[in-house]
């Protein structure tokens, strides 16, 4: 059907100049050829060809006439894609040796679309080969056609000759001839004729989303990361990117080319405007990209919203460290003790850790000691204990600091840490034990009722 349109198209623009030209043509006859064609414009083919049938015989004696009445006819049946009658009659109206060049060359342009409809590309290429002996300069619709012939026939470096010549010489080149020669590139990895096609190609068609990617992507392959991220990035401002990866590749991009403020950005734009989803992933570079950039309150923005989305306690760890790199003590607080709940030894070693230090800064020393303590008293399996050990030693080291710190202290003060300190401890000695006293008991009645299931000894 899209064939069939292009044709009646091309073909009506080559009938047209000719009917009017014509000195022998009557204007009887012309009115019944004006006739035709517009049952021709109007789809009404078969109405089209009674109407030639019976106008024909009076045109078959003046060569010229024949001509054109072979040449209707061709189209006709182009146009109703019976392609083996059109191809006999543009043959019948090419044995008419006196009509002028433009004519025979409009009939062999139309008849190589006819093969090139039916698949014969070899009998395409050596008809527009024809059509090229009556052009004075190069036509860019017949190297078109040779250019999809080659293409058809495995023919690539004939193939990007002819289509490069068409798109030279052709103020309107079609998409479909640019696509191919892209695709005739990348074929033979010839990357920078790609990119030069490409170049043209969002110039011409600057709506088609697809060949902005495709000219980022290749600027990247070819190692030109910085007009990669320019071309993304002008695709942005047009509104070009509609998906998740679009966004995301191009934050990625930011960040690889040391920009971590644009690429949080990016993601941040495509988060409100709903084509980047807030999963755990995408938030966690973003909140990279927000520290990176200095952009802490941000970054601890992000974290946290990742850590209520999947309650990761590795999330809340970094938003811990966060809050305490930015003197926030309370909230590194609350979110290391979020964090110890981690069922990684080391995971959980570090954010008692980091709660300790936050307590510490906080001037909560009896809390920072017993966080501290918590650490060193840490039960991790045999496997693991390597891997905390660091983190013990830091615990010491930050209860001996203090203890110092308490030496300088007024005494009352440092009295009150130490029986705060004691206390707890106390309690949870006492804790301990009495848990211990239950756990003994549940034992001991269940060694009871087990006796008491058994037979009674004799007396």
């Given amino acids: 059907m899209v064939f069939r349109k292009i044709l009646s198209l091309l073909i009506l623009a080559s009938l047209a100049p000719q009917v009017h030209a014509a000195n022998n043509l009557t204007e009887r006859m012309h009115k019944h050829l004006g006739d035709v064609q517009l049952m021709i414009g109007d789809e009404k083919y078969d109405q089209a060809k009674s109407k030639l049938d019976t106008i024909f015989p009076s045109m078959e004696h003046d060569p010229y006439l024949r001509t054109l009445g072979h040449q209707t006819y061709a189209f006709i049946y182009a146009s109703k894609e019976q392609y083996p009658k059109a191809e006999r009659h543009f043959e019948d109206a090419l044995k008419n040796n006196t009509i002028p060049e433009s004519l025979a060359h409009s009939i062999l342009y139309n008849l190589a679309q006819v093969y090139m409809a039916q698949e014969q590309y070899k009998k395409t290429i050596d008809t527009v080969k024809r059509c090229f002996t009556y052009e004075t300069k190069p036509i860019g619709r017949t190297h078109a056609l040779a250019g999809i012939s080659y293409a058809q026939l495995k023919s690539p470096d004939n193939a990007i000759k002819h289509l490069e010549i068409a798109i030279r010489n052709d103020d309107q080149a079609q998409e479909a001839w640019y696509k191919l020669l892209l695709g005739l590139y990348f074929q033979k990895k010839d990357y920078q004729n790609a990119i030069t096609i490409l170049e043209e190609m969002v110039r011409e068609f600057p709506k088609t989303r697809e060949y902005w990617q495709q000219l980022s992507g290749l600027y990247f392959t070819v190692g030109n990361t910085t ?77 946290l919203q990742a850590a209520k989305v999947t309650d990761n306690p590795d999330l809340y760890y970094s938003a811990a460290q966060v809050n305490l790199d930015m003197s926030k003590w309370s909230e590194a607080v609350k979110a290391a003790t979020k964090a110890t709940r981690s069922r990684e030894p080391k995971m959980r070693a570090k954010a008692y850790l ?34 905390v050990k660091s983190q013990k030693k830091q615990a010491g080291q930050w209860i001996a600091h203090i203890q110092d710190e308490m030496g300088m202290m007024d005494e009352e003060v440092a009295k009150a840490i130490k029986d705060k300190v004691a206390a707890v401890l106390d309690k949870d000695k006492t804790l301990a034990a009495e848990n211990a006293i239950q756990k003994a008991k ?6 009871g009722k087990s006796a008491g299931s058994a037979d ?3 007396k």
């Fill in 442 to 447: 549940k034992e001991v009645k269940s060694d």
């Fill in 354 to 387: 980091v709660k300790g230090i936050a307590q510490y800064e906080n001037k909560q020393y009896s809390d920072a000691i017993l966080t501290f303590r918590h650490l060193q008293d840490l039960k991790v399996p045999a496997s693991a204990k390597d891997d």
């Fill in 227 to 303: 007009r990669s991220l320019t071309v993304y990035e002008l695709a942005r401002k047009m509104g070009y990117l509609e998906k998740e990866t679009e966004y995301m590749n191009l934050a990625k991009m930011y960040a690889f080319n040391q920009d971590p403020f644009e690429a949080a950005s990016v993601v941040q734009e495509g988060l409100e405007k709903e084509m980047v989803k807030p999963t755990e992933k995408n938030l966690k570079f973003l909140s990279e990209a927000w520290l990176q950039a200095k952009e802490h309150d941000k970054a601890l923005e992000a974290l």
């Fill in 456 to 458: 009674k000894p004799e």
